[in-house]
């Protein structure tokens, strides 16, 4: 026992002690950042749930607050790394969302809307990849991928206001977004897993063949 979490890893041997989840809205990070934590005993890191104090100013004046909505993630995200890195040389550990996703997905969206301009996007994309540089990278990047359809199930079925009036052609972006980074992600080794029909909390054949993909990804 170490920190609190049982590190039940079994015969599994393995070097990767970092493990990183990512995926768009609905992908099933969550459910699997607990399904890793229950059956191999890693330490879960999350996105902080420090309110962002521009948020608010942001949705009124989207041009005028992104770069500083965004450099508020940014700094959250670098301290939660940097606190995952310090227990990594402890144990295994896994981060649900990384700070990659910050700025590949959600500021180059922002981006590619015309909402953060060149300039800002330039100084942002700047600071990112140079904290980028100065972190540990993760031993394994487990990537998830979903269709729009089972996103938008997901979604209505967690009902949380917030989710459901989120429009179709901004999910649409989301998920280009998220395959243009995996294809380019470079970090680390990947594993890539559609959850589409993949039930990894109550499918035994699910659960087997999860529990054997990540087993190798471990191992390797």
């Known amino acids: 026992m170490r920190g609190g979490y049982l590190y039940n890893l079994g015969s599994v041997k393995t070097k990767r002690r970092y493990v990183a989840v990512a995926g768009t809205i609905g992908a099933g990070k969550t459910s699997l950042t607990a399904w890793l934590v229950k059956n191999y005993g ?3 890191f999350y996105e902080p749930n420090d309110e962002n104090p521009y948020l608010a100013d942001f949705y009124a004046d989207m041009k005028a607050y992104a770069l500083r909505s965004q450099l508020f993630f940014l700094a959250h995200k670098t301290k939660l790394h940097q606190e995952l890195d310090r227990a990594a040389t402890h144990g295994h550990v896994v981060i649900d969302r990384t700070i990659y996703e910050d700025a590949e997905i959600f500021a180059r969206n922002l981006h590619r ?4 301009d060149d300039r800002d996007f330039g100084v942002y994309y700047t600071l990112y990849e140079s904290i980028r540089e100065a972190l540990r990278p993760p031993d394994l990047l487990i990537a998830l991928t979903c269709s729009l359809k089972a996103t938008k199930r997901r979604i209505a079925s967690r009902g949380r206001a917030m989710e459901a009036a989120i429009p179709d052609t901004y999910l649409r972006r989301l998920h280009r977004l998220y395959e243009e980074w995996f294809s380019s992600y470079s970090l680390s080794p990947v594993v890539r897993i559609d959850t589409t029909d993949l039930d990894y909390v109550e499918n035994l054949v699910d659960l087997i ?4 993909r990540i087993d190798r990804a471990l191992a390797e």
Request: a positive charge; zero cysteines; hydrophobic letters at 35%.
């Open 209 to 212: 063949e999860l529990r054997s």
């Open 42 to 44: 890693f330490r879960p």
């Open 113 to 116: 809307q015309k909402i953060l």
